[in-house]
């Protein structure tokens, strides 16, 4: 009997021992680092419960079986976490960014997914908040493919052998800052290199979110043309080469 319960004891140590190194995995997601107490404590109950039942620990089918509620909170704990380390939104009134983060949306995209074609409309800003994408030109100098009416998969299929790199976005980088002040075009092609998760900032919602912060207003306006001066320099002097500068990098996460 005394065997028979010293065995089952190694089997709950092991099994202890699995579910913690399982359960340290999930909680090395970034999206998961520095929750609220309450949110962490929703996710470890929906973790020891799964890890009860044999279910695997999956990142996306956690987050799929917390209440609609939890997952709210916690998109929009993390939001304002990926929102208030951009230095474009830095120094930010926090109900500013709070608003600003009530309204990004997530996307994800995997390897080889185009994300914006050059020459089609821009109407918001893109924070890479994991992976990394390519930017792509066309090796001659019109584009074959001006017209919008032309479906996107039919552009995507006709550039596989007219396009070079012109550079790279990092993870915490911004894309297409300049279309929050104004109306304008992708400069060149957005190309995922793997698995991206972004955020999406629609200009019509920045402005809503800033119309009763109009200092606000005003230095993010300043920031993005500075930036979009410093991306038209560097693009004039490096035609051709890889890398771009100007652009906005996110604190590192801690």
Known sequence: ALSVCT???HVRNRENARFQLQLQRILNYSRFRNL??????????????????????DESEIIGSLSHGAQSNMALFRSIA???????????DSECVRRLSNVVQSIYCVSKDMLALKDDKCDGVYLLARGQVRLLNYS??????????????????SMKVSLYEVGFKEEG?????????????????????ACCELLFLERKEFLLALHEFPHEMDRCKRLANNLYGQNLFFERE??????????FRMDSEK
């Open 7 to 9: 065995d089952l004891m």
């Open 36 to 57: 609220p107490k309450e949110l962490k404590r929703s996710l470890l109950e929906q973790c020891a419960w799964r890890w009860q039942t044999n279910q695997l620990l």
């Open 82 to 92: 990926l929102v208030s380390r951009v230095p474009y939104f830095q120094g930010m």
């Open 140 to 157: 001659h100098a019109k584009n074959a493919w001006s017209n919008n009416e032309v479906p996107a998969e039919q552009k995507a299929s």
């Open 173 to 193: 980088e911004l894309m297409g800052e300049q279309a929050l002040m104004e109306e304008t075009k992708w400069p060149y092609h957005v190309q995922a290199c």
């Open 238 to 247: 490096n035609k051709g080469t890889s890398g771009m500068r100007g652009s």
